[in-house]
């Protein structure tokens, strides 16, 4: 076989042009493509890396914020239900004070209601008994018992020292001495001269002595000296029991 070098020399030459014009027209033109893009896919994944690691710390801000929001949520309900469990607590102790105020309220006005009634029963049955003894005494009374009561006022006197009896009559700033014996019926005359007779020995002879009636005495008698009276009678009896059941059946009584 023949090789014709002069074929296979312009062969190598248009090859070596071709490679010199693919080298300088195309490769170098491709690679500074495939270099710039690889540098921008480089720049895209290190912006993309950027993000996402900023997104990651976002990421991790929101979740702290999130619990902090969750923390504070909580603490918020906490303090919102202490405050109305300590808002209840006020209201229900409140609630109880003006309760127990108006039961209070109610037992004192209910015991004052009850304190009165009983005060008024009591009034009642002690202005009847008294006018029921009133109307006995009234209907029993008579010098007899007027007597019996003059007894006592003598016997009264019996008790007094010497000087006790003595200033009954004196000090009236006149000579004549006067006491006045009021009995609830009239005395017969001896039954008057008898009391004389025994006044006198007490007080002085020289003593007058004057009778009178007073029927609202009901029985008894009263003996009035210048500046003394000595009282022996049902009515002031009767008025001494009312008052002393009216005293004891009083508030002081009830307590």
Known sequence: MRIDWWTLALQAANFLVLVWLLQHFLYRPVQGIIAERQQRAESLLAEASSA????????????????????????????????????????????????????AEERQRLAQERAEAAEALRREA?????????????????????????DRALARLQTLAEPERAALVDGSGHDDVVVQVVTAAPLDPADRADFTDRLRALVGAGTEVRFAADPTLLAGAEVHFPHTVLHHSWRDSLREIEEELKRDGGPAGHA
């Open 52 to 103: 996402r690691a900023a997104a990651e710390k976002l990421q991790a801000e929101l979740g702290q914020q999130r619990a902090a929001i969750e923390h504070e949520r909580h603490q918020v309900l906490e303090e919102v239900h202490a405050r109305a469990e300590e808002e209840a607590a006020a209201l229900l102790g409140r609630a109880r004070a003006d309760a127990d105020k108006l039961l």
């Open 126 to 150: 002690t202005e009847l008994g008294v006018a029921i003894g009133r109307r006995l005494l009234a209907e029993v009374g008579g010098a007899r018992l007027d007597r019996s009561f003059l």
